[in-house]
């Protein structure tokens, strides 16, 4: 059975840095795009960055020159790298991966919470 695990978030002050991973484990073929998503309390969840298998990247523009998105193809990982956190970054963190099995299809972590309060 594939499934992605997250794992890093926590309580960081504003201005701290997290990094957070996602592994992806079971039986597949290989992986396509892999992204973060995050859902704030009380709001829609929304896409932060995404990388392609060739490493690609995408952000969403209130995460620019904050965050790096980065891939580690012979692990199944993908890390999210959050630097000058702010308050307004506080939400629960997903991550996201097209798996290739018989298809190709979307697989979503569990989530795990980021809070960034003084």
């Known amino acids: 059975q594939v499934q992605l695990v997250e794992s890093g978030g926590g309580l960081v002050q504003p201005g701290g840095s997290l990094r957070l991973s996602c592994a992806a484990s079971g039986s597949f073929f290989g992986i396509e795009y892999m992204r973060w998503y995050r859902q704030a309390p009380g709001k829609e969840r929304e896409l932060v960055a995404a990388?392609?298998?060739?490493?690609?990247?995408n952000y969403a523009d209130s995460v620019k020159g904050r965050f790096t998105i980065s891939r580690d193809n012979a692990k199944n990982t993908v890390y999210l790298q959050m630097n000058s956190l702010k308050p307004e970054d506080t939400a629960v963190y997903y991550c996201n991966a097209d798996l290739v099995t018989v298809v190709t299809s979307n697989y979503w972590g569990k989530g795990t919470l980021v809070t960034v309060s003084s």
């Open positions: 990388i392609s298998s060739g490493g690609a990247t």
